[in-house]
T-cell receptor, first 111, second 112 residues
Framework: GEDVEQSLFLSVREGDSSVINCTYT??????LYWYKQEPGAGLQLLTY?????DMKQDQRLTVLLNKKDKHLSLRIADTQTGDSAIYFC???????????FGKGTSLLVTP | DTGVSQDPRHKITKRGQNVTFRCDPI?????LYWYRQTLGQGPEFLTY????????KSRLLSDRFSAERPKGSFSTLEIQRTEQGDSAMYLC??????????FGPGTRLLVL
């Protein structure tokens, strides 16, 4: 998606926290999402946040939204090797139903 | 497993052949979406159904592509006269009019 940008790679050690960042440009975005994709598989919904919130926590996952800067982040606490995957940020616009995805951040967790 | 199924999971075809993919949604989900994902990219929206009505089509959906959802349940995506550029993962997603789309495992197409 040309309007959603993410860094392409992130490498962390097992047990550390991972922070994956995303910027979007459509100010009408109502919901913002994080999906996880393992090799050869479909997309697994991890979490989402409504645009009137600035934080959401779900077990090891924390989503932060800075609407002024159009910046979204996903923090994974106590990262495990099973967290190695591609993480996609996506927005859904108020004017439509389609998800607009970034190119994905490939997370590598090393022992 | 999200409950959305796709068939086949893999398809290899020769250039110029027609292919058809199927998506079976979660039973109470009335909205169904098709996306295409090429290597190193995020999924890109192709088309969207609410029940049996096709309400939105991306400019990516050329006239060689057609999608149907005849009874508002399963959907098919057909590609006619396939080209090598059609090689991709085709993903189906469904929801029930709320804010979360659930994806199937995808159909990986390789056009030789």
């Amino acid at each position: 998606g040309e309007d959603v940008e993410q860094s392409l790679f992130l490498s962390v050690r097992e047990g550390d926290s991972s922070v994956i960042n995303c910027t979007y440009t459509d100010s009408s975005s109502t919901y913002l999402y994080w999906y996880k994709q393992e090799p050869g598989a479909g997309l697994q919904l991890l979490t989402y946040i409504f645009s009137n919130m600035d934080m959401k926590q779900d077990q090891r996952l924390t989503v932060l939204l800075n609407k002024k800067d159009k910046h979204l982040s996903l923090r994974i606490a106590d990262t495990q090797t099973g967290d190695s995957a591609i993480y996609f940020c996506a927005e859904i616009r108020e004017s439509g139903y389609a998800l607009n995805f970034g190119k994905g951040t490939s997370l590598l967790v090393t022992p | 497993d999200t409950g959305v199924s796709q068939d086949p999971r893999h398809k290899i075809t020769k250039r110029g052949q027609n292919v058809t993919f199927r998506c079976d949604p979660i039973s109470e989900h009335n909205r169904l979406y098709w996306y295409r994902q090429t290597l190193g990219q995020g999924p890109e929206f192709l088309t969207y159904f609410q029940n049996e009505a096709q309400l939105e089509k991306s400019r990516l959906l050329s006239d060689r592509f057609s999608a149907e959802r005849p009874k508002g349940s399963f959907s098919t995506l057909e590609i006619q006269r396939t080209e090598q550029g059609d090689s991709a993962m085709y993903l189906c997603a469904t929801d029930r009019g709320q804010e979360t789309q659930y994806f199937g495992p995808g159909t990986r197409l390789l056009v030789l």
